[in-house]
């Protein structure tokens, strides 16, 4: 293992600078200062202008407002680190983040902690900023001190979080049947009516409990997606696109030459054990590339058809594509796809994106505490909406598999976790003796449902508060719904918190033997 690690490492820096590698290009404006204004003092002697002078001065005279705009945007932020993916104050916040996160599993694991170290990281983190920030005085604040220095790898790990679920999406084919359409059908009623419950009884506590206390309302915008204006936006009025051109066509030349590489290597070197590298590369890159093919495409389009959708079809397609140029089946490629390990020739591509989902985790808290005084308001919020929640998601889930009397008592066991973060609901339904692949499997595709609808949802119902929405989806959709928000910059940390809390609180529920009997007695009906 230890001869391993300096192939592995540079397997996942070669993955890091490839991910990090956009860049933006100015444009030049038309017009400059000196042809925008005159340059006479004495007013009264200038003669008339034209219409068409008028006009022209007019056009030049907005052309040269943006570009000011944009030039002052630019130089404003042109020592934020979210601006540019591959500076070093980026890199070097990433890497301790990925540092933070292996050194946090090891504990846990040498000391066997079932809770996942990623969202204990999180809540580590986010309790010392706050900490350091309550111990400093007015003229430095310590906390924000750890939070600029770490915000550049929280922003770009962020910008990817989606496609670090996408491994349970690709794999979802390898999972266990519900048995027969009408036990299915039932099924996925409880997953998305209990998607439903647990959204809206969320989200209307909260804005209940906000009213009650006065809080002030923080609704989000028409278009809450936040970033940088560029020049070309600001001329062009165009949105800006989450990823560059550049970037895609990098990620799409590296699927190709490594999708190439891995057909010649079986073809003339079939007991190669370069195979299987080249292989995980080429399904690593295809992941990304398609990710950012469907981020980039028409916000009407992706208003209907999540990006997370689009790159889990499109990497079936490519892996199928594979499988049949080199001799393999599509299952087998699948179960490839998320090896279980992270030695260096032996991890599949899931494994290194599910890998760098511990520190995206763990960087949310920055997310957090760039909103402590909103969420400062909120404190009384948050304890209500998490004990809605859990014990709505445990009794409420409980209650429907009874009243739909579905047969398989397997089947109603790890529906209770739907709406828990995946290593949580496999702890869980360890404790009720369900099976813990299938209630994986439910709680993916319940994440799915919410990252896809949970927004359009929350609009169409007219909850515009965004502390409303990010415990909403939050608590229903978990991490997947959790990761769809991060463009709401005042929900998203919001999420982030629902999300933690409501897992940790059913763990801690379900591991009261009088909760966890109660539980068990309501959905088996015993």
């Known amino acids: ?157 962020a910008k990817w979080l989606p496609v670090f679920f996408v491994p349970s999406l690709i794999t979802l084919p390898l999972a266990s049947g519900l048995g027969s359409a009408y036990e299915v059908l039932k099924t996925f009623a409880v997953i998305i009516g209990g998607f439903f419950f647990t959204l809206f009884s969320t989200s209307f506590s909260v804005i209940w409990v906000r009213n009650i206390f006065d809080t002030k309302d923080s609704s989000v915008s028409d278009n809450p997606v936040q970033s940088t204006p560029t020049q070309s936006d600001l001329t062009t009025g165009k949105p800006p696109k989450p990823f560059s051109l550049a970037l895609f066509r990098t990620l799409k030349s590296a699927a190709s030459i490594t999708g190439l590489l891995t057909v010649l290597s079986v073809q003339k070197f079939p007991s190669s054990r370069w195979i299987h590298p080249m292989k995980s590369l080429f399904l690593l890159f295809t992941t990304l590339s398609s990710f950012v093919f469907g981020a ?41 796809y998320k090896a279980g390990t992270l030695t260096a020739f032996s991890a599949g591509a899931g494994d290194i994106l599910l890998f760098l989902l511990g520190p995206a985790v763990i960087a949310l808290a920055c997310q957090m505490y760039s909103r402590k005084k909103l969420m400062r308001e909120n404190i009384s919020t948050v304890g209500v909406s998490t004990l809605v929640s859990s014990l709505g998601g445990l009794y409420g889930t409980a209650a429907a598999v009874r009243f739909l009397r579905i047969i398989n008592p397997t089947i109603r066991l790890s529906l209770l976790s739907r709406n828990i973060t995946s290593p949580l609901a496999m702890a869980i339904a360890s404790m009720l003796g369900a099976d813990t692949s299938l209630a994986v499997t439910i709680v993916v595709l319940t994440g799915l449902f919410g990252a896809n609808f949970g927004s359009a949802i929350l609009d169409a119902a007219g909850i515009k508060d965004a502390v409303a929405r990010g415990l909403g989806i939050g608590a229903a959709a978990h991490g997947l719904g959790t990761a769809a928000f991060s463009n709401e910059k005042d929900a998203f940390p919001f999420a ?31």
């Open 496 to 526: 982030a918190i629902a999300m933690a809390l409501t897992a940790s609180a059913c763990t801690v529920l379900v591991s009261l033997p009088p909760v966890k009997r109660s539980v068990l007695n309501l959905a088996l009906g015993m």
């Open 1 to 157: 293992m230890k001869a391993s690690k300096p192939l592995h490492i540079k397997f996942l820096l070669l993955a890091l600078s490839i991910v990090g590698g956009s860049a933006f290009l100015a444009t030049r404006s038309r017009c400059s200062p000196s042809h925008s204004f005159g340059v006479s003092v004495k007013p009264p002697t200038l003669a008339p202008l034209s219409s068409s002078r008028v006009h022209q001065l007019s056009r030049c005279n907005r052309t040269f407002v943006l570009s000011s705009a944009a030039k002052s945007a630019s130089s404003s932020t042109s020592t934020s680190p979210a601006v540019d993916d591959t500076s070093n104050d980026t890199i070097t916040a990433t890497l301790f983040l990925i540092f933070m996160d292996t050194q946090l599993r090891s504990i846990f694991t040498k000391y066997s902690v079932a809770f996942p170290s990623s969202l204990a990281g999180c809540g580590f983190l986010f309790a010392f900023m706050i900490l350091l920030d309550s111990l400093s005085g007015r003229d430095k604040r310590w906390g924000d001190a750890v939070y600029l220095k770490l915000n550049p790898g929280a922003t770009l790990l």
């Open 296 to 336: 980039n495409l028409p916000k009407s389009f992706t208003k209907i058809v999540h990006p997370l959708v689009t790159c889990t079809c499109l990497t079936w397609l490519a892996a199928k594509a594979l499988a049949s140029l080199t001799g393999s089946t599509f299952i087998e490629m699948l179960q490839s």
